[in-house]
């Protein structure tokens, strides 16, 4: 993982803390901007989209990494009836936990936005 091994429970090891998410600095930003320019990875609608920052499935109110975030439109995030952020547990019901997405994300950053069935 890195210099400091999680347990399965996210904790660092007996008396260290895990790092604090990266947040905030020029690199983050810059791959939030990249982001931002992707489709939404639920209904592929062109950017610009929102950076969602990864809720699902952690602990506490602080939010992840800012590498962390995948892109979502308006409907998807915030505004719409199918938004995360409106109902967590129907959005999760229907489209599977947020972090799942990550790879795909991953996957265009890398090589571009491929045409795959969803």
Same mark, same amino acid.
């Given at each position: 993982?890195?210099?400091?091994? $999680?347990? %399965?429970?996210?904790?660092?090891? %007996?008396?260290?803390?895990?790092?604090?998410? !990266?947040?905030?600095?020029?690199?983050?930003?810059?791959?939030?901007?990249?982001?931002?320019?992707?489709? #939404?990875?639920?209904?592929?609608?062109?950017?610009?989209? =929102?950076?969602? &920052? +990864? +809720? #699902? =499935?952690?602990?506490?109110?602080?939010?992840?990494? =800012?590498?962390? @975030?995948?892109? %979502? #439109?308006?409907?998807? &995030?915030? =505004?719409?009836? !199918?938004? +995360? &952020?409106?109902?967590?547990?129907?959005? @999760?019901? *229907?489209?599977?936990?947020?972090?799942?997405?990550?790879? %795909?994300? *991953? $996957?265009?950053? !890398? &090589?571009? @936005?491929?045409? !795959?069935?969803?």
């Amino acid at each position: 993982m890195g210099a400091l091994d $999680l347990s %399965l429970t996210g904790k660092g090891p %007996l008396g260290l803390k895990a790092p604090k998410p !990266e947040r905030n600095t020029k690199k983050s930003l810059a791959h939030i901007s990249r982001v931002k320019d992707l489709p #939404c990875v639920i209904c592929r609608k062109p950017g610009p989209s =929102d950076a969602h &920052h +990864i +809720i #699902c =499935d952690r602990y506490g109110q602080a939010k992840t990494s =800012d590498f962390d @975030v995948i892109p %979502l #439109c308006k409907a998807h &995030h915030q =505004d719409g009836p !199918e938004a +995360i &952020h409106q109902n967590k547990r129907q959005w @999760v019901e *229907k489209h599977g936990p947020d972090h799942s997405y990550l790879s %795909l994300v *991953k $996957l265009w950053l !890398e &090589h571009g @936005v491929l045409n !795959e069935p969803f």
